[in-house]
């Protein structure tokens, strides 16, 4: 069974600066895909990147990029020039592409960005 | 357009309801997700529906009742529901084709409390 680990519950960072959320993986599947979700106080559940696995090319969305390390089977976020938006519940998540529909996710992240 | 519209925004019901929750999208996709989510932790799957047939249920309990009408429109059905459901209801949708990552979009959700 895929499981998702996200060991640091909690972070805190100042604006404008960078931090790096943490993800590690478990699987036996080869090709699978790797999400982080953005979930704000509002409680909407917004995609903020994206992974194929079979891809060595990390992912980047304006300031947001990941470091995938397919070996290692990491996969963590940086945001750069944290803005107070930012602030929220993050989940890394997990599919393969075999069509099992599941999303599994890690427990979350609680983000803070200070002014 | 990546929107999944979710209604209510809220519901409080007593026990001895029957209440629905509805989600839309017109993004011509044609696999849809209910969840449940917790408050700080990770949205738990319920029901899969793909091509408007149920493929999942995650074991959940009868007074859950899915339906999905069309390709565009999930509901969930509740009823005799108890306190400890209470809890943030989250629609996702998602393209469900071979070439597609099966890429998860979520609505809202409908944040439930049951009385």
């Known amino acids: 069974a895929q499981t998702v680990t996200q060991s640091q519950p909690e972070m805190s960072v100042q604006e404008a600066e960078t931090v790096t959320l943490s993800c590690t993986y478990d699987?036996?599947?080869?090709?699978?895909?790797l999400f982080w979700y953005k979930q704000p106080p509002s409680r909407q559940m917004i995609l903020v990147i994206r992974q194929e696995a079979y891809k060595q090319q990390n992912a980047t969305e304006n300031r947001f990029s990941v470091n995938f390390q397919k070996a290692a089977k990491s996969f963590s976020l940086k945001i750069s020039d944290s803005q107070l938006g930012d602030t929220a519940m993050y989940f890394c998540a997990f599919t393969d592409r075999g069509g099992s529909e599941k999303l599994v996710f890690g427990k979350g992240m609680k983000l803070t960005v200070n002014p | 357009d990546t929107e999944v519209t979710q209604t209510p925004k809220h519901l409080v019901m007593g026990m001895t309801n029957k209440k629905s929750l509805k989600c839309e999208q017109h993004?011509?996709?044609?696999?849809m997700y209910w969840y449940k989510q917790k408050a700080k932790k990770p949205p738990e799957l319920m029901f899969v529906?793909?091509?408007?047939?149920?493929?999942i249920n995650e074991s959940v309990p009868s007074r859950f009742s899915p339906e999905c009408p069309n390709s565009s429109l999930l509901n969930l059905h509740l009823h005799a529901l108890q306190p400890e459901d209470s809890a943030l209801y989250l629609c996702a949708s998602s393209q469900k084709t071979s070439a597609s990552s099966d890429t998860q979009y979520f609505g809202p959700g409908t944040r439930l409390t049951v009385l």
């Open positions: 529906y793909s091509y408007e047939k149920l493929s």
């Open positions: 993004m011509g996709h044609r696999a």
């Open positions: 699987t036996s599947e080869s090709n699978y895909y």
